[in-house]
T-cell receptor
Framework: DVKVTQSSRYLVKRTGEKVFLECVQDMDHENMFWYRQDPGLGLRLIYFSYDVKMKEKGDIPEGYSVSREKKERFSLILESASTNQTSMYLC????????????FGNGTRLTVT | AQKITQTQPGMFVQEKEAVTLDCTYDTSDPSYGLFWYKQPSSGEMIFLIYQGSYDQQNATEGRYSLNFQKARKSANLVISASQLGDSAMYFCAMKRGSNYKLTFGKGTLLTVNP
């Protein structure tokens, strides 16, 4: 079974802090994604990566950056956390084919105070 | 621009009845994939069913089937014989483009009543 592991289940940070959310997958998937999930807004794509060191902006990239130095690891960075970034963050991975489903991690509930 | 539209924020169904969850999509890519996911209150995302843009037949997986109408750009999920455990959020998603970007709708909260 594919395993996507997010480093923290719950995280509390202060406004202005730099925050790192880590995600690791063990199935050699080419594509990795970061979404945030908010009530009533569904899952919104922040960034995704289709190869090592390659990234593409999603629908809401402002205030975020990403890093993919190794194929199995995809990091989401909040350069200066703000209260409006309080949310559930979901990492996912998939193969580069139309019929390959996304496999999700368990999510990180980030609270910025 | 919204690529995936789920027009039903919430739906109610009686146990053992069938229910249809709506999903419309927008893309100019000839090749794409459509997915449905279930998210129970525990928060995990569970893959349910897939439909490819070139598939001639509607996808089925157990009690789940997909009513795929390509010309209308709709991919509705049909759940037959609803069970209490089907109560959850349901998301429609589309994978498209050369980089296989996957976009989700806002979801439909399904409640199954006993």
């Amino acid at each position: 079974d594919v395993k996507v592991t997010q480093s923290s289940r719950y995280l509390v940070k202060r406004t202005g802090e730099k925050v790192f959310l880590e995600c690791v997958q063990d199935m050699d998937h080419e594509n990795m994604f970061w979404y945030r999930q908010d009530p009533g807004l569904g899952l919104r794509l922040i960034y995704f990566s289709y190869d090592v060191k390659m990234k593409e902006k999603g629908d809401i990239p402002e205030g975020y950056s990403v890093s993919r130095e190794k194929k199995e690891r995809f990091s989401l960075i909040l350069e200066s956390a703000s209260t409006n970034q309080t949310s559930m963050y979901l990492c996912a991975s998939t193969r580069q084919s139309y019929n390959s489903p996304l496999h999700f991690g368990n999510g990180t509930r980030l609270t910025v105070t | 621009a919204q690529k995936i539209t789920q027009t039903q924020p919430g739906m109610f169904v009686q146990e053992k009845e069938a229910v249809t969850l709506d999903c419309t999509y927008d893309t100019s890519d000839p090749s794409y994939g459509l997915f449905w996911y279930k998210q129970p209150s525990s928060g995990e995302m569970i893959f349910l069913i897939y439909q490819g843009s070139y598939d001639q037949q509607n996808a089925t997986e157990g009690r789940y089937s997909l009513n795929f109408q390509k010309a209308r750009k709709s991919a509705n999920l049909v759940i037959s014989a609803s069970q209490l455990g089907d109560s959850a959020m349901y998301f429609c998603a589309m994978k498209r483009g050369s980089n296989y970007k996957l976009t989700f709708g806002k979801g439909t909260l399904l409640t199954v009543n006993p």
